[in-house]
RNA sequence: GCCGUGUUGGUCAAGGGGUUAAGACGCCUCCCUUUCACGGAGGAAUCACGGGUUCGAAUCCCGUACAUGGUACCA
């Protein structure tokens, strides 16, 4: 049970100071009270009490905003919630947290919706399987928020600030002018146009005149805001350096750090996991979360690495993609507003096994040394103690390879239908499901990708429409063209039609005609495939057929 | 700038006081194959730097450097 890898949240009040950390497991001896005062360490021992009995089942969110492809850094946020959830035998929640009507993208959801389909990663509840505590949408919860914002600010914890945003950003540009950064603080707070500073009648008397406000979180000065990260242990940090962060926007919609505090708590999600990004904003949360709820079932967080750019430094983004020439996205994304296509790693052809796979090793092993994982070994052996703390760049190539290793690994069935897609789409026509089997079991060692069986395999079903002359050109001569000419009429008589057989025939006339095997392989390689590649030859003719054999080589033959 | 987080080969990484510092990808050499792959055998690292602690440090502590994330009425 995860309870006892991972401790429950503790939360103490002391004097001016909020002390909250989670400890790693259960054995901490009752009597340390780790230096704090006795009725503190009641305080906790009882919200531990209250935390064992009611959190008994695991609930992860996935909670991505509709604005654009899937980013591969986000299917493995997915992948981790997903093998946490299915481990400990909890529910997969997606939420979309669309509160940013700016950047609301169409499509955008159910473009999410089919890549997690695609990777086998359905959630237990979301806006269209439904569920329990929909709904799943922040933008149809938003009346809801805005009550957890009120409570805050007749609380004191949270106000009104009637500052627009350009005033803002002109205070910004002067304090960058001046060599310093604009912070809204309780340093500045005071001197800005808000319900702190105003005197209550002027600021009913602004809301009544229906004036646009924010309301903003009134971060206390000089206490200290910790947690345990179930990745990075303790964090701390000084609410001295974090600012008023606006929980309710001027449209009314909440901002992220407090829809996801409230949607966290009102969906009883145990533990959250999201990227590095999010660790700065963490305090903001947590002090949301102690005024909001006492931190009464806070969930355990864990902020994931980050995958970096392969090249130079950063994140990784669809920009490095396009430039390196790599996927970034889960499948391809055609935005609906420039009708731009970027390339996903379906479409490129990879697998969805390969692509869970290579996204469950870019952050995470199991220290074992093993790299080929199926899901249900990554459920099995999945842990949240053995991620890694720093990010990783991407590398494209170890990233093929796990595809390669893939499409060895399982039985030619299990693609086939995938890789006689995309040959159609090619304009290859496969004569039946048997002969494409034969074919793909041939070729398979050679491709990485489901699409390089187009160039692997396509001579199989279509003459090479040209010839790599120059690997034939430069040590042909009268005698190997009279020997093509002899073999045609050979394979036109000969009975039979086996790999063995055409070998044979092969070898006698050209030991008959003094001339090496191995001089006339490479040419005829060339006649029937079109360049150096490919199986054995004469696998290749036996598969092909006697007359489709016999054109080939005429064809080129002509043509030399 | 400020705050947070990191730093083991080109890349991903194991190892967390005493090891010849695993393994994988990629690269190079050779073998196999007179194609291309697959497969096989090899090759390449003073663990960012500087101080401590210790008989002994890649491993623990403190600094420094560098990198990265955040610093929005975006998530």
Request: proline share 5%; net charge negative; charged share 20%.
């Amino acid at each position: 049970m995860f309870l006892q890898t991972h401790g429950p949240i503790r939360a103490i009040h002391s004097g001016n100071h909020i002390i909250s950390l989670i400890k790693q497991g259960m054995q901490k001896p009752p009597n340390d009270t780790g230096g704090f005062p006795f009725q503190c360490f009641r305080q906790w021992q009882l919200q531990e009490h209250t935390y064992l009995c009611s959190m008994n089942t695991v609930r992860v969110r996935f909670a991505p905003s509709p604005t654009g492809g899937l980013h591969l850094g986000g299917v493995r946020t997915v992948l981790y919630n997903y093998l946490f959830a299915r481990q400990q035998g909890g529910q997969f929640i997606l939420r979309i947290e669309d509160t940013d009507q700016t950047r609301y993208v169409d499509g955008a959801e159910q473009y999410i919706m089919d890549c997690l389909q695609w990777c086998g990663l359905v959630p237990d509840e979301s806006p269209v399987h439904g569920g329990e505590y929909g709904p799943y949408r922040q933008s149809e919860r938003k009346t809801l928020y805005r009550r957890y914002a009120d409570q805050l600010v007749a609380a004191g914890q949270a106000y009104y600030a009637f500052d627009t945003p350009e005033a803002l950003d002109q205070l910004r540009e002067t304090h960058k002018a001046a060599g310093n950064s604009f912070f809204y603080n309780h340093e500045v707070r005071m001197g800005l146009n808000n319900s702190l500073r105003l005197l209550p009648e002027e600021t009913q008397a602004l809301l009544d005149a229906g004036t646009p406000y924010v309301i903003r979180i009134k971060v206390p000065a000089n206490e200290f805001v910790s947690f345990t990260d179930m990745i990075r242990g303790d964090i701390a940090f000084d609410t001295n350096t974090t600012d008023d962060k606006v929980l309710l926007k001027a449209d009314g919609m909440p901002t992220y750090h407090l829809a996801v505090v409230v949607d966290d708590y009102l969906m009883k999600i145990t533990h959250a996991f999201r990227g590095e990004e999010w660790l700065p904003s963490a305090p903001i949360h947590l002090l949301l979360w102690k005024y909001l709820f006492g931190f009464d079932h806070m969930p355990q967080w864990a902020h994931l690495p980050l995958i970096l750019k392969p090249d130079g430094n950063g994140k990784l983004s669809k920009r490095d993609g396009d430039r390196l020439g790599f996927p970034v996205y889960a499948m391809d994304w055609k935005d609906p507003k420039t009708g731009d296509l970027t390339k996903g790693f379906r479409e490129l052809g990879f697998l969805p096994q390969a692509f869970i796979n290579l996204l469950a090793a870019l952050g995470w092993n199991d220290g074992s040394g093993q790299e080929i994982f199926t899901i249900d070994e990554l459920i099995e052996k999945f842990n949240m103690d053995r991620v890694h703390v720093s990010g990783a760049k991407f590398d494209f190539e170890k990233a093929k390879w796990y595809n390669q290793e893939w499409i060895r690994k399982q039985p030619v069935a299990e693609w086939q239908s995938l890789v006689h897609q995309h040959l159609k789409e090619q304009g290859l026509v496969v004569p039946n499901d048997n002969y494409l089997t034969r074919v793909l079991e041939l070729v398979k060692e050679r491709c990485t990708l489901l699409t390089d069986f187009y160039t692997q395999a396509g001579f199989f079903f279509q003459a090479p429409q040209q010839w790599d002359m120059d690997a034939v050109r430069p040590k042909w001569n009268e005698d190997k063209k009279a020997f093509f000419t002899e073999l045609v009429a050979i394979f036109a008589t000969m009975t039979g039609w086996e790999n063995a057989a055409i070998e044979e025939a092969f070898k006698t006339l050209a030991t008959a005609k003094n001339i090496k095997p191995g001089e006339l392989q490479l040419p005829m390689r060339v006649m029937l495939v079109g360049g150096k590649f490919g199986p054995a030859v004469f696998e290749i003719a036996a598969m092909i057929g006697r007359a489709a054999t016999i054109a080939r080589v005429e064809n080129m033959l002509g043509a030399l």
